[in-house]
C-alpha cells in the first residue's frame, strides 16, 4: 500500500527526534505577531466549526463538500474523471491528454471556447484553472477568481467536461501546436532520466508504455474524432469525484450540485484487467542502466519490488497502511542513525505491487563501492530490529494525528483540507474525515514491533531485485557479478563513531552594537569586521534561522572562475577537516541542524537552521567550514567536473550554458576553455581559491528567540575570530550590457526555444515595489500565456521571473519558452511587446484584485520565520537597516494602479536585453 504523503511528512518531523519519548510542541509559535503589522490584515476564524458533506447522485457522482470558514470568499475546486493514458488502448496513445486540452476548446455551451471565455471573464490560466493527466486519471481545477460567488458557474463547466463531446479537427489542428510544445517542454535531461527508471519499475504494465502525453508521433497523428470516442467511453457521472472546498453551506451546496450535475449520464464503463496495471515481478536479480549522452551525474540504487497485500476490508485496509507506515519508518530511521548519504523512496506501482529503494550518489566508476554501501546498510537494517521502545514513540505520533477534528470533520485551513483530499483522491484512499480516522486508530494499537520487523524483512528479503545505475555519458560500468550479490555482507564494525569534536577558539569580541527596540533588534559589528544583526522575535518558536552573506562570489578572478567554482564545491561536498564523513552527517541529524550553501557570481551565502540549544554547533560548523574545510576528496571533484566537461562539449544543456554565459559576462566562466586545464589543477591551487572566498566581510543575520545576550556571547566566540581580509572588495565584474540576440541550431527537437535575460539598475526601490514585483510577476504570466498559448497556440509553458540582486541592486529578469520553429521570431515578438507594454495593461480592478492576492499571502505566510529571515537580509543588504520589517504593514495601501504601472515599467530593460532563439540540429 502506498504511504501517503502525510505519513511522510510526520515520519520526517519525526526523524531527529527518534530517541525521544514524546514529542515537543513549541507554544512559541502559537504567541501572537511580535510586530503590530501583523494585526493589520484580516485573521482567520480561530476556533470556526468546519462541516463536511459526502454523497452519491443518483448518476453515480461522488461529491465531497468541505466548510471551511476561514476560507472567506475563497473557492476551491477538483472534478477527478477516474481515465488516465494507462487506459488508453491500441491507436489511443496521447488520447486521454488530448481529451482534457480539446474540453478547453469549442463546444456547443462555450462556440468561442472554454479557456477564451474564462479569459475574457478575469479568469487566469493556471492560476484560475488547470488540468493534469496522470496515468490513472485526469483532473480539472478550478479556483474562480470571485470565489464562492462564482460555484455556479463552476458547476457548469464541469457539467460541460462530464458531457457528451464532438471535437472540432480545427479545433485539434491548433490546439496540437501547444500539445506538441508541451511535449517539447517534457524532453529535458531529467525527464529523460526519470522516464527511463520509470520504465524499468512499470516493466511489463501499462503504465511502462510511454509518458501519459505519448510519444510525439502519436501526438502528431491524432485525430479528434479518437478523442471524442475515448471522452465517450470514460467521462461520465459514475466516473467522477467532485471536491468543493470553501465558506460553503453543505446543504445548500449539495443541492446546488445536485441541479447543475443530476441529470448528467451514466456509461457502462470498459473493463479494466487489473494484472496489465501491474508491473511483471520476478524471482531474481537484475541490473537496469539509466543512460544519456547529456547525463554527468552518476547514481546507483538498490531496489526490492513487491506484492501488496488487497483486501475488501476497511479495517484490514487500515492496518496494512499504518504497519507500512511504521516499517518506512523504522528504515527511515536507520538510514537517518547510519551517517550515510543515502535515501531511503517508497514508490506505489499500480494497485498491488509497490518498490522500496536506497539510492545514493556514485562518482564515475565507483557504482560497485556505492553498491557496497547501499548492502551494507540494507543487512545493517535486518540486523537492527525495531524495538518496542521505537514503535511506541511513532504510535504516539500517528494516534496523535488521528484524533478527532474538534470542530468539524477537517480542519479549518482551506489548503490543508484540498492538499488532503488531493492526496486521498490520487491514491484512491478514504478521505481523512473523523470516521475514517477512528478505524485507523482501532487498528493502530495491533502494530508491533515484531509486525514491524517482519514487514521491513519482507521488504528487503523480496524475491524481485534490482540494481539501478545512473551512469555518466560514455561511462563504463563497474558492478561484482549479480551472482555475487546475494553472498552475505559483513557491515563495517567501525561504522559507528563517536560525535566530531571541533577546535575551540580563543573567541572574539563584539566590539560596537546598537539597539532598535521597536524591533528588539540588534545591530553588532565584531572585531574581525564582519557585522551581525539579530531580530528577537516569538514567531521563532524553538529554533534559530541563520544567514551569512559574502559580496565576493566566483567572479572575483573571472579567468579562475571555474577553479573557485570547483573549490566551492569540494569544501561543500566534504565534511570539515579531520571528520569522517559518515560521523559527520550522523552528528548534524541528531543536532537537527539544516545546512546549505552556495555561490553566485558576485556572492556567497549560508543559510542554516537548528533549535536553540544547537546554537553553539550550528556556529562551530560554520566556523570549520571557513576556517578548516577538507580538500582530500579534491581528486573526485576534479575527475566529476572533468567527466562533465566531456560531456558538455556536444550536449545541449552544456553549449546552452557556455553560449549564455558569453553573452551575460563576455567570457566561459564555469568551465575552462580545454579538458587539460583539469589535469594541471592541484590541492594547494583549489585551498587557495577558497581561502580568498572565505577571507571576504561577512554579514551574518540571525532570527530567534532566544536571549540576545545569550546569542551575542555565541557570536562573539565563533565568528568574531575568523580570518577576514577587510581590504577585499566586493565582486564588481560587470555584466555585458546592450541588446544582443544569437541563434544557435543545437535542439534536440524540432520546435525552437527562447531563452531571454534583461535587467537595470533599483539602487533606490522602496519596499513597496519590491513586494509588488511577484504581484507584476505573477500578471506578466498571464498575458504571456495569454498571447503565446492561446492567441497564436504555438507555445505551452511560459517561464516568466524577476528577481532582485540586493547586492548588484539590480532587478534581473529571464523569459523561457519553446514554440514551434516557423514561429519562433513571431512568438519572441509578441512576448517582446506583451512585456514592454504591460504597464499599460493594467486597470483599477486587476489592482484592487493583486492587493486583494497580496493581503491574502500574507496572512498565509506572516508567521514563518525564513520570510522575516529573508526580508531582514534584504533589507539591510539594500537600505542598511532594517525598515523592510516595518514597512509591511503600510503596503497593501500602496498597491495601487498607478504603483503597479510603475512596477511593471521596470521588468524588461530594451538597453540590456541578451536573447538566445536556439532552432533544431541541422
Known amino acids: 500500500m502506498h504511504i501517503p504523503r502525510s505519513a511522510i511528512r510526520l515520519l520526517s518531523a519525526l526523524l531527529p527526534q527518534c530517541r525521544r519519548a514524546a514529542l515537543l510542541h513549541s507554544e512559541a509559535v502559537r504567541r501572537l505577531a511580535w510586530i503590530p503589522l501583523l494585526l493589520l490584515f484580516p485573521l482567520s476564524a480561530w476556533a470556526a466549526e468546519t462541516a463536511y458533506r459526502s454523497g452519491k447522485l443518483a448518476n453515480g457522482l461522488t461529491y465531497h463538500i468541505f466548510k471551511i470558514p476561514s476560507a472567506g470568499r475563497q473557492l476551491v475546486a477538483r472534478l477527478n474523471v477516474g481515465v488516465g493514458a494507462a487506459d488508453e488502448n491500441q491507436g489511443e496513445e496521447g488520447i486521454a491528454h488530448i481529451t482534457e486540452h480539446l474540453l478547453f476548446q469549442s463546444s456547443a455551451q462555450y462556440p468561442d471556447g472554454l479557456s477564451a471565455t474564462l479569459n475574457r471573464s478575469g479568469w487566469q490560466m493556471g492560476r484560475h484553472y488547470n488540468a493534469l493527466t496522470s496515468y490513472r486519471y485526469t483532473r480539472y481545477l478550478l479556483t474562480p477568481p470571485q470565489g464562492s460567488r462564482q460555484l455556479n458557474e463552476v458547476l457548469q463547466i464541469y457539467r460541460h467536461i462530464l458531457s457528451p463531446q464532438q471535437f472540432s479537427e480545427n479545433d485539434w489542428a491548433k490546439e496540437k501546436q501547444v500539445v506538441l510544445a508541451e511535449w517539447r517542454q517534457q524532453q529535458g535531461l531529467a525527464a529523460r532520466l526519470d522516464r527511463r527508471r520509470h520504465e524499468l519499475m512499470y516493466e511489463g504494465a501499462r503504465q511502462g508504455r510511454y509518458a501519459p502525453i505519448g510519444r510525439r508521433e502519436a501526438v502528431e497523428n491524432a485525430q479528434a474524432a479518437t478523442a471524442s470516442a475515448f471522452h465517450g467511453k470514460w467521462y461520465a457521472a459514475n466516473n467522477a469525484v467532485l471536491v468543493l472546498a470553501g465558506n460553503l453551506n453543505p446543504d445548500d451546496t449539495a443541492e446546488a450540485v445536485e441541479a447543475q450535475l443530476g441529470r448528467l449520464k451514466t456509461a457502462v464503463l470498459p473493463s479494466r484487467n487489473p494484472d496489465e496495471y501491474t508491473p511483471k515481478l520476478q524471482s531474481g536479480w537484475r541490473t537496469g542502466q539509466i543512460q544519456d549522452a547529456e547525463n554527468a551525474d552518476g547514481k546507483t540504487a538498490l531496489v526490492y519490488r513487491v506484492r501488496k497485500i488487497q483486501t475488501a476490508s476497511d479495517s484490514e485496509a487500515a492496518y496494512q497502511r499504518l504497519l507500512d507506515n511504521f516499517a518506512a519508518y523504522i528504515i527511515g530511521l536507520r538510514v537517518h542513525d547510519s551517517g550515510e548519504d543515502v535515501s531511503f523512496r517508497t514508490e506505489q506501482l499500480g494497485q498491488s505491487a509497490a518498490a522500496y529503494g536506497f539510492y545514493t550518489d556514485s562518482a564515475p566508476g565507483r557504482q560497485k563501492e556505492a553498491l557496497d554501501v547501499l548492502r551494507n546498510l540494507r543487512q545493517e537494517i535486518l540486523d537492527t530490529p525495531a524495538t518496542d521502545e521505537e514503535t511506541a514513540v511513532y504510535r504516539k505520533a500517528v494516534h496523535g494525528s488521528l484524533q478527532p477534528e474538534p470542530e468539524g470533520d477537517f480542519p479549518d485551513n482551506l489548503a490543508k483540507t484540498v492538499r488532503l483530499a488531493d492526496d486521498s483522491l490520487s491514491e484512491n484512499l478514504p478521505l481523512p474525515d473523523n470516521a475514517a480516522k477512528a478505524v485507523e486508530r482501532s487498528q493502530l494499537y495491533r502494530i508491533g514491533a515484531k509486525a514491524v520487523n517482519a514487514r521491513i524483512a519482507e521488504w528487503l528479503n523480496a524475491p524481485d531485485k534490482t540494481v539501478l545505475v545512473q551512469s555518466v555519458a560514455g561511462e563504463k560500468i563497474e558492478l561484482p557479478p549479480l551472482s555475487s550479490l546475494d553472498d552475505n555482507v559483513t557491515p563495517d564494525a567501525g561504522a559507528i563513531a563517536a560525535a566530531p569534536e571541533f577546535a575551540e577558539p580563543a573567541g572574539g569580541t563584539v566590539v560596537s552594537e546598537r539597539y532598535d527596540p521597536k524591533l528588539d533588534l540588534r545591530y553588532l559589528k565584531l572585531g574581525n569586521g564582519d557585522t551581525a544583526v539579530v531580530l528577537k522575535t516569538p514567531l521563532a518558536g524553538a529554533n534559530v534561522y541563520f544567514k551569512a552573506v559574502s559580496d565576493t562570489g566566483f567572479l572575483e578572478k573571472p579567468a579562475d572562475a571555474w577553479k573557485t567554482l570547483l573549490a566551492a564545491d569540494t569544501a561543500a561536498r566534504s565534511a570539515p577537516a579531520g571528520i569522517q564523513d559518515n560521523q559527520f552527517k550522523r552528528w548534524r541529524r541528531q543536532e537537527r541542524i539544516k545546512y546549505g550553501y552556495r555561490i553566485g557570481a558576485y556572492s556567497q551565502i549560508t543559510d542554516a537552521q537548528a533549535p536553540q540549544a544547537a546554537l553553539p554547533s550550528l556556529l562551530k560548523l560554520y566556523r570549520s567550514y571557513q576556517t578548516a574545510a577538507d580538500f582530500s576528496g ?223 499571502q500574507e496572512n498565509n505566510r506572516r508567521r514563518k520565520p525564513e520570510l522575516w529571515l529573508e526580508r531582514l537580509a534584504a533589507s539591510h543588504r539594500y537600505y542598511g537597516d532594517a525598515r523592510y520589517l516595518t514597512a509591511v504593514a503600510d503596503i497593501p495601501d500602496r498597491i495601487t494602479r498607478s504603483s503597479l504601472r510603475e512596477t511593471a515599467a521596470m521588468i524588461w530593460s530594451d538597453k540590456n536585453e541578451q536573447v538566445l532563439l536556439l532552432t533544431p540540429k541541422k
Open 634 to 856: 579534491w581528486q573526485q571533484a576534479v575527475a566529476r567536473e572533468t567527466a562533465r566537461f566531456t560531456v558538455s562539449r556536444h550536449s545541449k544543456n552544456g553549449r546552452l550554458k557556455h553560449l549564455g554565459e558569453q553573452m551575460q559576462y563576455g567570457r566561459a566562466v564555469s568551465m575552462p576553455s580545454e579538458e587539460n586545464a583539469y589535469r594541471s589543477i592541484s590541492r594547494t591551487a583549489l585551498e587557495q581559491r577558497w581561502q580568498i572566498l572565505t577571507a571576504a566581510p561577512v554579514h551574518y543575520y540571525i532570527v530567534s528567540n532566544q536571549p540576545m545576550e545569550d546569542i551575542k556571547r555565541q557570536v562573539g566566540k565563533y565568528l568574531a575570530s575568523i580570518p577576514r581580509n577587510s581590504g577585499q572588495l566586493p565582486t564588481a565584474y560587470p555584466q555585458q550590457g546592450g541588446v544582443q540576440l544569437q541563434r544557435a541550431a543545437i535542439n534536440d527537437t524540432e520546435g525552437a526555444e527562447i531563452r531571454a535575460k534583461s535587467w537595470h539598475d533599483a539602487a533606490a526601490l522602496p519596499p513597496e515595489i519590491l513586494e509588488q514585483i511577484p504581484l507584476v510577476e505573477n500578471l506578466a504570466n498571464a498575458r504571456l500565456k495569454d498571447e503565446l498559448r492561446n492567441r497564436l497556440q504555438s507555445t505551452y509553458g511560459v517561464r516568466f521571473s524577476i528577481t532582485p540582486d540586493f547586492g548588484q541592486k539590480e532587478l534581473e529578469s529571464s523569459l523561457t519558452f519553446n514554440t514551434a520553429a516557423d514561429a519562433a521570431s513571431e512568438s519572441w515578438n509578441t512576448a517582446r511587446k506583451v512585456l514592454q507594454n504591460l504597464p499599460d495593461t493594467i486597470g483599477y480592478q486587476e489592482a484592487r484584485n493583486l492587493r486583494r492576492l497580496f493581503v491574502e
